[in-house]
């Protein structure tokens, strides 16, 4: 009773130090929102001093004719389109890979798996080649196109298929003269909500904070998503210190995207994992 009782005590201590540790960064960034240009430097990190985030949104806003705002539409759209795409191309290939058969299948499969340990900042160049090839470079498409791509989405559509997606069921379906394609859209893709939301998630958070591959693809400041306009506002920091409160701030208002996102989807994700664990 003791060992277990100091077991509990030790994981909960464990899981709360890492609470503190993921969160600290956020609350630094929500108390840093709020001061002046000097109220920053001066004062403590974790302090407020005036309220001035009514100010400091304003400055954000007006900057460079509202160019934040094109940031922030731009990486809605890379972030949102690419996940919502890139998921749904991910669950039919992991769908494809557990429910077909055909000559190769698992070598192809290992190189997918292949994909999943390559970095993508390695990949960012020759995609960047690839561009050039297409002229496709400092385009909307140069960013968007490769992140439909996910080899780790992939694989776990692969596994959640195998143990969501009853045989039996797809041959039912077919019985009843359902198509491949009326099968898959009907019968199994319900059944891999959990997957798709799943995959959803770990890509809009990839494509929302990717930065390399928009840096190398894209000069024109209308085209950059927040993470490389932030960067680019952050460059100036030096000569201009007016700047850090703009970085703070547009960062704190980055995050927003993501927070809302795991709040609205994560009933369907729970959802789905509890309805695979007792099916």
């Not at 969160?23 to 407020?48: E, H, Q």
């Not at 290992?110 to 160049?125: D, S």
């Not at 400092?138 to 996910?150: E, G, I, Q, T, Y």
């Amino acid at each position: 009773m003791t060992s277990r009782l100091l077991s509990r005590t030790a994981v909960n201590v464990f899981l709360l130090v890492a609470a503190v540790y993921t969160l600290l960064p956020l609350t630094w960034l929500l108390f840093a929102s709020t001061k002046s240009l000097s109220d920053l430097y001066s004062t403590p990190g974790f302090a407020f001093a005036g309220f001035d985030l009514g100010a400091n949104l304003t400055a954000v806003a007006s900057e460079g004719d509202g160019i934040f705002f094109r940031w922030y539409l731009n990486s809605l759209l890379y972030a949102g389109g690419g996940a919502a795409l890139g998921a749904l191309i991910s669950v039919a290939c992991g769908y494809a890979f557990d429910k077909y058969s055909w000559p190769g299948k698992e070598r192809l499969f290992g190189l997918v798996l292949l994909g999943v340990l390559v970095p993508t900042t390695a990949t960012a160049i020759p995609l960047y080649l690839l561009a050039a090839e297409a002229g496709v470079v400092n385009s909307f498409w140069s960013v968007f196109v490769p992140a439909l791509v996910h080899p780790f989405g992939v694989y776990l559509a692969r596994v959640l298929s195998t143990g969501y997606v009853p045989g039996e069921v797809l041959e039912a379906a077919r019985s009843d003269g359902a198509s491949e394609l009326r099968t898959f859209v009907s019968v199994a893709l319900p059944m891999l909500k959990a997957a798709y939301v799943t995959i959803f998630l770990f890509q809009f958070t990839g494509i929302w904070n990717n930065f390399f591959l928009p840096l190398v693809m894209l000069s024109d400041q209308h085209l950059f998503p927040l993470s490389l306009g932030l960067y680019s506002w952050n460059t100036q920091v030096t000569s201009f210190p007016e700047y850090s409160t703009l970085v703070i701030t547009g960062s704190l208002l980055s995050v927003v995207p993501l927070l809302l996102v795991f709040v609205f989807l994560q009933r369907f994700w729970r959802a789905g994992m509890t309805a695979g664990s007792v099916k």
